[in-house]
Nanobody
Framework: QVQMVESGGGLVQAGGSRRLSCAAP????????MGWYRRAPGKIRELVAA???????NYANSVKGRFTISRDNAKNTVYLQMNTLKPEDTAVYYC?????????WGQGTQVTVSS
């Protein structure tokens, strides 16, 4: 069974930074584009950033210029560096492949941005 393991969430003040990490099984990491998703209270889960196996990135407009996705293929890990955080970034953050596989969701990591 494939499952992602996200970490790095927590409470941060508006304007602050946070770095999330996601460990993925090696057999899927090397062949898939990976994405960071989030689900804010009362909203559906959305893709905020994605990175292909060769490093090409794409971002949702709401995070462009503030978030940076990266991957370390040797460690089977994908990162999300979040800067200039806003209260509206408060959400549970998940990683998955892009396009996602519903059976691969992990527990996610909560990020709370206080104003």
């Amino acid at each position: 069974q494939v499952q992602m393991v996200e970490s790095g969430g927590g409470l941060v003040q508006a304007g602050g930074s946070r770095r999330l990490s996601c460990a993925a099984p090696g057999n899927i990491f090397s062949i898939n584009s990976m994405g960071w998703y989030r689900r804010a209270p009362g909203k559906i889960r959305e893709l905020v950033a994605a990175i292909t196996s060769d490093g090409t990135t794409n971002y949702a407009n709401s995070v462009k210029g503030r978030f940076t996705i990266s991957r370390d293929n040797a460690k089977n890990t994908v990162y999300l560096q979040m800067n200039t955080l806003k209260p509206e970034d408060t959400a549970v953050y998940y990683c998955n492949a892009d396009p996602l596989h519903p059976e691969w969701w992990g527990q996610g990591t909560q990020v709370t941005v206080s104003s």
